[in-house]
């Protein structure tokens, strides 16, 4: 009887990794795809049958590069990257606000920041662009950070919230009665134990923020050009230049698989936070 249950497992194990492995290459494949276009020849890449064996050419970079393609990456970066630790300042102690304080209406005001991230974007561009141009933040930098702000911020309140609420209570209190103020027990206990959660979500903005497209495209206009937006430049009358975009893709990919894989312990642990409770 043992023999047949470790011959089972043995088999449920191969089972199951044969599956993991035919998912990973199914999704791995179209990055591999677009990394092998990118020092694929013109003549190479649409060639039928299928050309696995060229020389690789680098004037697919050549032509990023001339195109300025490396300046709006940078901008996306730093773009990002501002304004997600804006959202982390302001956004965590209004988290812990909303699920530790007692106020009037909470609730109220509660839901009324969360339907800012629930309405559509292009319900939420057309007001930031008359005001923007009424107060001369319109195709700015400090603008689109505030604005890329804005719309993360109530998502940020929102999951971090139910992060401080899993907190246990007693020991706020317990370092309350050993003389504790408001403000020590927040940024010597609480944010301690938010950390995992903070991380997490806090890339989870970062994410939002890289992909976003519409708000960089009415309120930055030309003079603050994300990547998302310099994509479409990609696209000529002549065609499609493909190589190029997958270029583009693939360094727009790489800082975010970079930021999740220096950080994925701690998102691990933050999006497994109070999963289980014993």
């Not at 989870?204 to 960089?216: G, K």
Request: hydrophobic share 60%; with cysteine.
């Amino acid at each position: 009887m043992a023999l047949a249950a470790v011959r089972d497992e043995r088999s449920s194990g191969f089972l199951w990794t044969s599956i993991a492995v035919v998912y990973a290459v199914v999704t791995l494949f179209p990055i591999f795809w677009m990394a092998t276009m990118m020092v694929k020849p013109n003549e190479a890449m649409f060639a039928r049958p299928t050309v696995w064996l060229f020389t690789p050419t680098l004037d697919h970079f050549d032509y990023v590069i001339a195109k300025g393609f490396a300046w709006s990456l940078l901008t996306s970066f730093v773009l990002c990257s501002i304004s997600t630790a804006l959202v982390v300042l302001i956004g965590t102690p209004a988290a812990y606000a909303f699920a530790r304080f007692e106020m009037r209406a909470k609730d109220d005001l509660f839901l009324f920041i969360l339907a800012t991230r629930m309405a559509p974007p292009v319900c939420m561009v057309i007001p930031f662009y008359f005001i923007f141009a009424k107060i001369g933040l319109l195709d700015t930098f400090t603008g689109l950070t505030l604005a890329y702000m804005t719309f993360n911020l109530s998502f940020y309140v929102w999951v971090l919230r139910s992060f401080c609420r899993d907190l246990p209570v007693e020991l706020e209190e317990a370092a309350t009665l050993e003389g504790w103020s408001r403000p020590q027990v927040f940024l010597r206990l609480v944010l301690p134990l938010l950390r995992n959660g903070v991380v997490a979500t806090a890339v989870l903005c970062f994410i939002f923020a890289w992909n976003e497209f519409l708000f960089a495209f009415m309120l930055g206009g030309k003079a603050v050009q994300t990547l998302p937006v310099s994509i479409p430049k990609l696209i000529t009358g002549q065609g499609v230049r493909w190589g190029e975009m997958a270029v583009v893709g693939v360094v727009a990919l790489a800082p975010v698989l970079t930021v999740v894989f220096l950080l994925q312990r701690h998102i691990i642990r933050g999006l497994t936070l109070g999963a289980v409770k014993g």
